[in-house]
């Protein structure tokens, strides 16, 4: 699921949900499972993204909706799908009628080869990946918790998952946190860190720089030649 390296692409956000919904809109007639789109496709929202990346999430929680309508046996069963932005980040919500996550499980439920399914239909694997390319790959977060809504004068109760994405990473954010900075770094960085011998020195924060520059290296050739840039601006300064 995850490459270590991958080609960005900047595409429109809506064009990728769309192409997804249409791959799982015959499981989800076939099981009489109503989807809600409630996203508004009028203004388009630009973001650059691993092609693929994203569609995998939105199946794997999708497929999870799925199984927990039809194993719950919920009459009238749906999934609702949003979307909220504004300039610097992007909300992808995605809502069910299931009866939603056990309070105990919520904590666990991005955990490895955690399943309440039964051992023939779940590996545990499907959300962990989720949240790995979520978090790990595309540098954004991923939420669960359980929900009340109101839909055609009717209290449903269910799960709703929220993905959070930067739409743009801006300088200013990463100078700030390269800067004395806090927190551990992703393996991409720790390994341009070990690997940093120019003239014996290793200047972690021009390393951090440029690797988030290039995203978090994904183009590792790029994130070398940003560190070689750097480094000679340093020098001329």
């Given amino acids: 699921f995850i490459k270590e390296k991958k080609e960005l692409k900047k595409v429109i956000l809506q064009d990728r949900i ?5 791959i799982q809109n015959a499981t989800l007639n076939h099981n009489h499972i109503t989807l809600i789109d409630d996203i508004d496709y009028s203004t388009a929202i630009f973001i650059e993204l691993a092609i693929g990346e994203l569609s995998q999430v939105l199946i794997n929680i999708l497929n999870n909706a799925k199984d927990a309508l039809i194993y719950n046996q919920i009459e009238n069963p749906w999934i609702k799908l949003s979307l909220e932005s504004n300039e610097t980040t992007v909300l992808i919500t995605i809502e069910d009628n299931a ?3 056990p309070e105990n499980i919520i904590p666990h439920i991005f955990e490895p080869y ?3 399914k ?3 239909l779940g590996t545990g694997l499907g959300l962990y990946m989720t949240y790995k390319i979520i978090v790990d790959s595309m540098q954004g977060d991923l939420k669960v ?3 009340r809504v109101e839909l055609n004068n009717k209290t449903y109760i ?3 998952f929220e993905i959070i994405l930067d739409l743009e990473q801006k300088e200013e954010w990463v100078t700030t946190n390269t800067s004395g900075w806090k927190g551990e770094d992703p393996p991409c960085i720790q390994g341009l860190i070990t690997n940093s011998t120019r003239k014996g020195d290793r200047d972690e924060t021009a390393i951090r720089l440029a690797a988030y ?3 978090f290296c994904y183009d590792r ?4 030649d940003k560190i070689t840039s750097w480094h000679s601006h340093i020098e001329q300064g």
Wanted: charged share 30%; glycine share 12%.
């Fill in 18 to 22: 769309k192409t997804t919904l249409q």
């Fill in 99 to 101: 009866g939603g996550v």
């Fill in 114 to 116: 955690f399943t309440t």
């Fill in 118 to 120: 039964d051992k023939n």
């Fill in 145 to 147: 918790e359980n929900m």
């Fill in 158 to 160: 269910g799960a709703k």
């Fill in 213 to 215: 520059y290039t995203n």
């Fill in 221 to 224: 050739e790029k994130a070398r």
